[in-house]
């Protein structure tokens, strides 16, 4: 693994493969939840969906917590049921949830089946975490064109700093609702997990704080970057 500090207060990560990567990222999570749970009492955590994180999701549910005072939340969602293939509540719950003794109470999905998800939400975050609502980490994904969350390249909801949530059009085929820029940037933590040659371009401009790409927006004081050895090649660090 190769490790180092950036200027911004950031730790970047560097590990060989994408499974060695997804390990890393679980490690860091568990340590976050026992350090969160000894300091607070609880962990409250928002997850991302996609490809990438699910095997970070199995590892994770291999680790000894006390998962009943785990809150967990959502970074983001597609507007579609359930039970739908494309469902990152779906995922996570075959990935994680259903392997772990989290208590149904406090498992937090985004009820994209109701008229106002966005507001309900928000409503959701500030009853369980104060007003305004700060979460102990968001675990963040990032795509090729630069997106994280659900906050897309030249999106009205990269401008919003009055809302911790938010409904964001169609992209890649569906609806979404995302958090917000200001709710993650009050996240105690911040984990990125980045792997595949198709990320390089995308890693490069994070690193280099490009505001052309939404995840630059994001704040990067108190993040650990986990990047596998593909999506880091177009670095230039040996």
């Known amino acids: 693994m190769e490790r180092r500090a950036l200027s911004d207060g950031a730790t970047l990560e560097i590990l060989p ?11 860091f999570v568990a340590r976050e939840a026992t350090r969160a749970i000894a300091e607070r009492g609880m962990f409250s955590v928002a997850l991302s969906g ?14 000894e917590l006390p998962w009943e005072r785990v809150q967990l939340f959502q970074v983001d969602e597609r507007v579609v049921p359930l039970d739908h293939p494309d469902s990152n ?3 996570l719950r075959e990935a994680l949830l259903e392997r772990v003794p989290v208590p149904e109470r406090n498992l937090h999905m985004m009820p994209v089946d109701e008229s106002d998800p966005a507001a309900r939400y928000a409503a959701t975050l500030r009853s369980l975490l104060g007003e305004p609502a700060v979460l102990d980490m968001v675990h963040l994904g990032l795509g090729d064109d630069g997106h994280t969350a659900s906050l897309v390249p030249g999106d009205l909801a990269l401008e919003i700093d009055d809302a911790d949530v938010a409904a964001v059009p169609p992209y890649r085929g569906h609806a979404r609702i995302s958090l917000t820029l200001p709710m993650l940037n009050r996240a105690r933590r911040v984990l990125w997990l980045v792997s595949g040659s198709g990320k390089q371009r995308a890693l490069a401009k994070l690193l280099a704080r490009d505001p052309s790409v939404p995840a630059s927006l994001v704040s990067r ?6 990047a596998d050895r593909a999506s880091a090649g177009g670095l230039g660090w040996r």
């Open 17 to 27: 493969d994408a499974s060695s990567a997804a390990q890393a990222a679980a490690s």
């Open 50 to 63: 996609g490809s990438t994180p699910r095997p970070m999701f199995e590892l994770l549910a291999h680790e």
């Open 89 to 91: 509540a779906r995922q």
């Open 221 to 226: 004081e108190r993040a650990l970057i986990v």
